[in-house]
């Protein structure tokens, strides 16, 4: 080992590189089975607790200089191997199979042990160790999952039955999702979703994950986020939900008329936590939010004007006009998509086809605190006037992805 070591790896070829890697590797699940059965006799000896240590895992720790961790796994896997069938000392002393593949073959064939006997064991390891050889660990644990299917295939369905049904049990039983109100109004949200309800947010978020063109700088925890706030937002629209969702929620935001129009005053939603003055005037581009204007006196000067609102007609002519997000490189189709001022209600803007543009939500945020223009160009279709630092001559911009559909 010491004169293969010292031997120049640069001066051999390619073949015999391959050849000596392979060697390597089988040497090394060979002294790994030594090095198990050695371990698993000084434990039944008692060597570690006749030295004075609590356990032999902690004597290893401290005899190889490894850490407690494995040296536990170096414990249980002695035991595993142990009282593991014949085949599988065999192909790991062989060295054609590593220890975490023998903890899956070990695994495995407990449970065809277990559910269809040891003839179906034995068959079982012959497949496992055969398997080995062509995959990982990883795979062969997946692969294992039904490898009754080819040692008892008569108690292969009812026992992948029984298995799903304990799988569901324990997923009925372990899933929850915690909110929890931080103090600046924020949620944290934690939990587990069963298989069924996982499958369903992915499905729903994961279109929406994707970045939206060359200048979207979110991460993707970020992009989760913007995407389950794009599904409720649509859940909210379907008005299919329980009378305490109904129709869009109406959330009442009061602020004063003149920092509204400064764009410099807070909001208070009617649950007393604040928003910022952009997030205000974002929120009332919304065909369904319900602004409450006060004046510096307290009362009421406007709450929701219909003048104000994109939605009916003027929405339907909207979508017919954008087909979607109409901010360049987006393809976010019209559900996802609010109805934006271009010139803002509160600036004094009208609500009509000229002054309203449909997008998404992150389009919608990006519009509002960026310095981005948006117009309506001489074919009434609209464009978008980028900052001066992503481009210094500022040429107009369109989406161009729903004008070919």
Same mark, same amino acid.
């Given at each position: 080992?010491?004169?293969?070591?010292?031997?120049?790896?640069?001066? &051999?070829?390619?073949? !015999?590189? /391959? =050849?000596?890697?392979? #060697?390597?590797?089988?040497? $090394?699940?060979? %002294?790994? +089975?030594?090095?198990?059965?050695?371990?698993?006799?000084?434990?039944?000896?008692?060597?570690?607790?006749?030295?004075?240590?609590?356990?032999?895992?902690?004597?290893?720790?401290?005899?190889?200089?490894?850490?407690?961790?494995?040296?536990?796994?170096?414990?249980?896997?002695?035991?595993?191997?142990?009282?593991?069938?014949?085949?599988?000392?065999?192909?790991?002393?062989?060295?054609?199979?590593?220890?975490?593949?023998?903890?899956?073959?070990?695994?495995?064939?407990?449970?065809?042990?277990?559910?269809?006997?040891?003839?179906?064991?034995?068959?079982?390891?012959?497949?496992?160790?055969?398997?080995?050889?062509?995959?990982?660990?990883?795979?062969?644990?997946?692969?294992? &999952?039904?490898?009754? !299917?080819? /040692? =008892?295939?008569?108690? #292969?369905?009812?026992?992948? $039955?029984?298995? %799903?049904? +304990?799988?569901?049990?324990?997923?009925?039983?372990?899933?929850?999702?915690?909110?929890?109100?931080?103090?600046?109004?924020?949620?944290?949200?934690?939990?587990?979703?069963?298989?069924?309800?996982?499958?369903?947010?992915?499905?729903?978020?994961?279109?929406?994950?994707?970045?939206?063109?060359?200048?979207?700088?979110?991460?993707?925890?970020?992009?989760?986020?913007?995407?389950?706030?794009?599904?409720?937002?649509?859940?909210?629209?379907?008005?299919?939900?329980?009378?305490?969702?109904?129709?869009?929620?109406?959330?009442?935001?009061?602020?004063?008329?003149?920092?509204?129009?400064?764009?410099?005053?807070?909001?208070?939603?009617?649950?007393?936590?604040?928003?910022?003055?952009?997030?205000?005037?974002?929120?009332?581009?919304?065909?369904?939010?319900?602004?409450?204007?006060?004046?510096?006196?307290?009362?009421?000067?406007?709450?929701?004007?219909?003048?104000?609102?994109?939605?009916?007609?003027?929405?339907?002519?909207?979508?017919?006009?954008?087909?979607?997000?109409?901010?360049?490189?987006?393809?976010?189709?019209?559900?996802?998509?609010?109805?934006?001022?271009?010139?803002?209600?509160?600036?004094?803007?009208?609500?009509?086809?000229?002054?309203?543009?449909?997008?998404?939500?992150?389009?919608?945020?990006?519009?509002?605190?960026?310095?981005?223009?948006?117009?309506?160009?001489?074919?009434?279709?609209?464009?978008?006037?980028?900052?001066?630092?992503?481009?210094?001559?500022?040429?107009?911009?369109?989406?161009?992805?729903?004008?070919?559909?």
């Amino acid at each position: 080992m010491a004169a293969c070591f010292e031997t120049p790896a640069w001066a &051999t070829s390619e073949r !015999d590189l /391959v =050849a000596a890697l392979d #060697a390597t590797h089988r040497l $090394e699940q060979r %002294l790994a +089975a030594v090095k198990l059965s050695l371990v698993r006799e000084l434990d039944g000896r008692g060597t570690a607790t006749a030295q004075g240590a609590s356990s032999t895992a902690v004597w290893l720790r401290d005899r190889l200089r490894i850490g407690v961790g494995a040296a536990r796994r170096l414990v249980e896997m002695a035991a595993t191997l142990d009282t593991a069938p014949a085949g599988i000392r065999e192909a790991l002393s062989g060295g054609t199979v590593d220890l975490e593949q023998v903890r899956v073959i070990a695994e495995t064939v407990q449970t065809v042990q277990t559910a269809a006997g040891a003839q179906a064991a034995d068959k079982a390891v012959a497949i496992l160790v055969d398997w080995a050889a062509q995959f990982d660990a990883a795979l062969l644990r997946k692969l294992g &999952t039904r490898i009754l !299917d080819h /040692v =008892a295939p008569e108690v #292969a369905d009812a026992t992948a $039955e029984a298995a %799903l049904r +304990a799988q569901d049990s324990r997923a009925a039983r372990d899933r929850h999702v915690t909110i929890s109100e931080q103090t600046d109004g924020r949620l944290r949200l934690a939990g587990i979703l069963d298989t069924e309800a996982a499958a369903a947010v992915r499905a729903a978020i994961d279109p929406l994950t994707t970045p939206s063109g060359p200048d979207d700088t979110r991460t993707p925890g970020q992009r989760r986020h913007d995407a389950l706030a794009d599904v409720c937002r649509l859940a909210l629209r379907t008005g299919e939900l329980p009378e305490n969702g109904g129709d869009l929620t109406q959330v009442v935001v009061t602020t004063s008329y003149d920092g509204l129009t400064r764009q410099v005053g807070i909001g208070a939603l009617d649950s007393g936590l604040h928003l910022s003055a952009e997030a205000v005037r974002r929120l009332a581009c919304d065909a369904r939010i319900l602004p409450a204007v006060l004046d510096g006196g307290g009362q009421v000067l406007d709450v929701g004007r219909q003048r104000r609102l994109i939605s009916g007609p003027l929405r339907r002519a909207l979508v017919l006009r954008d087909r979607g997000c109409a901010f360049p490189g987006c393809d976010r189709p019209p559900r996802w998509c609010d109805g934006h001022h271009m010139r803002h209600w509160a600036d004094g803007g009208d609500t009509s086809l000229d002054n309203a543009v449909l997008l998404c939500g992150h389009h919608h945020r990006h519009v509002h605190r960026g310095d981005w223009v948006v117009q309506l160009g001489g074919d009434g279709h609209p464009e978008f006037i980028p900052p001066a630092w992503l481009d210094p001559e500022q040429l107009p911009r369109r989406n161009h992805y729903h004008r070919r559909r």
